[in-house]
Structure formats: structure tokens, C-alpha cells
């Protein structure tokens, strides 16, 4: 029963007859089991490093023998299965993730209800492509850990799936979503139905105008133009009304435009080159009566 002789057994075993180290392990219970384990993962003898960090329940450790140095994560899913803590599936997750089984990875940072490595997960499953998996994990991290890249991952994620009606009910809930660079990056990305519901919900008007063009509804475009009022916007909207020969709606923009006179000759020059004389003609005579018509 003496601990020092039991080390000694074992060591001596490890170093001169490594086949008998697993006997000693199950029939001896007085050695220093974190030091032997050690001791034989220096010595590669690693399935009885395991059986040692199983026996006394050193879970975390034993699941890390099995990942690390026998290299099997299907036995790892398995002894997490069994022992079913945390800490061993959050071990157990991100050797998955590590390992680009991203499914199994969620599947087990969900067990774990673990959302520490979120900027590991939002990158890996971004990368692949794997938008309905990261919305079940962060739907759990927004539950546990308030930051606004989980919920703007989150938004997006809802986008790139077309789930518009979740988008949508995170938008009407309370939120530390940055709605702007998420609408931005629906809009770079060209997910407009979902753009235009991010702008919608922060009211600005000019980036909704601009996505609404996109989509093909001109009128709600320069009903969104009025209410920006800002020359960028107007010149868009017209442009995209005289491409596809909306001509009251484009008359309706170039008119907030003729009255600068350094849009003047741009705007003529835009119809003109299409052979739209008729229409640049109406929309000078119409602009002659404004208020704020100039001499040009």
C-alpha cells in the first residue's frame, strides 16, 4: 500500500517492461495518478494514461489523451457521451471545430452550453458556408454572453438563410445588433430583401432608396428619396428610373436635381445619351416654374 513503492513499480515497469504498466494500473490504487499519467504520455504508452485519467475521473484530461495524442475523436464523442460534463464536451468541440467537423462541433458546444469560442465558430462556419448551423449555436450565446458581433452574426446568418421572418422578430425585440453594418453587408453581399428590413428598421431612408432600386420598386425608391432629400440619392434613384424608362418617377427625382445648377448638364446629359429628348425636354419645362429655379 505504500505510495512511493507503487511509483516505483510503475515507473520501473514503463521503463523496462511497458506491457505490464496496464496490469499495475488496475490493481494498484495508491500511486500518484496525475504524475504516472504524465509520465506515460512522455513514454507514448497513451491508452494507459487514459485509463489512469478514466479511472480517477480526471475527465477533461482523459478526453485530451484521446483527442491529442491517440487521435481518435470518434472514442472522444463517445467517453463525452458517457461522462456527459461541460467541460468535456467544450473540450471535445473544439478539437472538432479545429478539425472542420462543424456540425458535430455546435451539436457539442450546444451540449456544453458553452459560447466562450464564438469568434472561432462565427469564423470557421462563416468560411464554409454553414449559416444553419451557426444560427442554433448563436442563438444559444445570445442567451448566455451579450455582445454585438454574436447578434450581428446572428442577423446575418438569418439573411443568408432567408429566414426574414426571424430577422425581422430579433429586429422588433430589444437588441445590441449594429443593424448598420449588417445592412451594409447584406447590401455588399446582395441579400436586398434582407437590407432593405435592416434599414428599414433604423430609418435610414438613403441606403433603403438605394436597395429598394435594387429590387426593382421605383416608386417606394422615391417615396424613401423624399424623405433622405439628398442629392446623391435623388441622381441613383433617377438613374435607375431612366434605365428602365420609368420616366414620371425619374421626372419626379430630376426635378430636386435641376435646381442645382451643377447637376444641370450631368442630368441632360444623362437623358440625351439614351435619345431621351422628349422626356429631358418635359423635365425643363416642368423645372422653369420651381421655386428654387435658377438661370440655367
Same mark, same amino acid.
Given at each position: 500500500?505504500? *505510495?512511493?513503492?507503487?511509483?516505483? =513499480?510503475?515507473?520501473?515497469?514503463?521503463?523496462?517492461?511497458?506491457?505490464?504498466? $496496464?496490469?499495475?494500473?488496475?490493481?494498484?490504487?495508491?500511486?500518484?495518478?496525475? !504524475?504516472?499519467?504524465?509520465?506515460?504520455?512522455?513514454? &507514448?504508452?497513451?491508452? &494507459?494514461?487514459?485509463?489512469?485519467?478514466?479511472?480517477?475521473?480526471?475527465?477533461?484530461?482523459?478526453?485530451?489523451?484521446?483527442?491529442?495524442?491517440?487521435?481518435?475523436?470518434?472514442?472522444?464523442?463517445?467517453?463525452?457521451?458517457?461522462?456527459?460534463?461541460?467541460?468535456?464536451?467544450?473540450?471535445?468541440?473544439?478539437?472538432?471545430?479545429?478539425?472542420?467537423?462543424?456540425?458535430?462541433?455546435?451539436?457539442?458546444?450546444?451540449?456544453?452550453?458553452?459560447?466562450?469560442?464564438?469568434?472561432?465558430?462565427?469564423?470557421?462556419? $462563416?468560411?464554409?458556408?454553414?449559416? !444553419?448551423? =451557426?444560427?442554433?449555436?448563436?442563438?444559444?450565446?445570445?442567451?448566455?454572453?451579450?455582445?454585438?458581433?454574436?447578434?450581428?452574426?446572428?442577423?446575418?446568418?438569418?439573411?443568408?438563410?432567408?429566414?426574414?421572418?426571424?430577422?425581422?422578430?430579433?429586429?422588433?425585440?430589444?437588441?445590441?445588433?449594429?443593424?448598420?453594418?449588417?445592412?451594409?453587408?447584406?447590401?455588399?453581399?446582395?441579400?436586398?430583401?434582407?437590407?432593405? =428590413?435592416?434599414?428599414? $428598421?433604423? $430609418?435610414?431612408?438613403?441606403?433603403?432608396?438605394?436597395?429598394?432600386?435594387?429590387?426593382?420598386?421605383?416608386?417606394?425608391?422615391?417615396?424613401?428619396?423624399?424623405?433622405?432629400? *439628398?442629392?446623391?440619392?435623388?441622381?441613383?434613384?433617377?438613374?435607375?428610373?431612366?434605365?428602365?424608362? &420609368?420616366?414620371?418617377?425619374?421626372?419626379?427625382?430630376?426635378?430636386?436635381?435641376?435646381?442645382?445648377?451643377?447637376?444641370?448638364?450631368?442630368?441632360?446629359?444623362?437623358? &440625351? *445619351?439614351?435619345?431621351?429628348? !422628349?422626356?429631358?425636354?418635359?423635365?425643363?419645362?416642368?423645372?422653369?416654374?420651381?421655386?428654387?429655379?435658377?438661370?440655367?
Amino acid at each position: 500500500e505504500n *505510495s512511493n513503492l507503487q511509483n516505483l =513499480l510503475i515507473l520501473t515497469a514503463v521503463k523496462a517492461d511497458p506491457s505490464r504498466v $496496464s496490469d499495475y494500473i488496475e490493481r494498484l490504487g495508491n500511486y500518484d495518478a496525475p !504524475d504516472i499519467a504524465q509520465i506515460c504520455i512522455n513514454n &507514448e504508452l497513451y491508452e &494507459e494514461a487514459f485509463n489512469i485519467y478514466k479511472r480517477y475521473e480526471v475527465n477533461v484530461e482523459a478526453i485530451g489523451v484521446l483527442i491529442d495524442n491517440i487521435g481518435s475523436l470518434d472514442r472522444a464523442y463517445e467517453f463525452a457521451e458517457r461522462c456527459d460534463q461541460p467541460e468535456v464536451w467544450s473540450r471535445l468541440a473544439k478539437a472538432q471545430l479545429d478539425g472542420l467537423r462543424i456540425k458535430d462541433a455546435i451539436d457539442s458546444y450546444i451540449r456544453a452550453g458553452d459560447p466562450d469560442n464564438y469568434e472561432d465558430v462565427i469564423n470557421v462556419a $462563416s468560411r464554409a458556408g454553414k449559416f !444553419d448551423d =451557426l444560427i442554433r449555436f448563436l442563438a444559444m450565446a445570445r442567451q448566455k454572453v451579450r455582445e454585438p458581433v454574436i447578434e450581428n452574426e446572428l442577423l446575418y446568418a438569418y439573411a443568408e438563410t432567408e429566414r426574414l421572418s426571424d430577422l425581422d422578430d430579433m429586429l422588433r425585440g430589444p437588441n445590441i445588433a449594429q443593424i448598420q453594418v449588417v445592412g451594409d453587408k447584406c447590401y455588399e453581399s446582395g441579400k436586398f430583401e434582407a437590407a432593405k =428590413l435592416l434599414y428599414q $428598421s433604423i $430609418s435610414n431612408w438613403a441606403r433603403l432608396a438605394s436597395t429598394l432600386v435594387r429590387l426593382g420598386n421605383y416608386q417606394h425608391a422615391v417615396d424613401c428619396a423624399r424623405k433622405a432629400n *439628398s442629392t446623391k440619392v435623388w441622381k441613383e434613384v433617377n438613374a435607375a428610373c431612366i434605365a428602365e424608362e &420609368e420616366f414620371r418617377l425619374a421626372q419626379i427625382c430630376g426635378l430636386h436635381l435641376v435646381v442645382h445648377a451643377e447637376e444641370l448638364p450631368g442630368l441632360i446629359r444623362t437623358y &440625351e *445619351s439614351k435619345g431621351y429628348v !422628349d422626356q429631358i425636354c418635359s423635365l425643363l419645362e416642368n423645372g422653369l416654374s420651381l421655386e428654387r429655379a435658377h438661370m440655367g
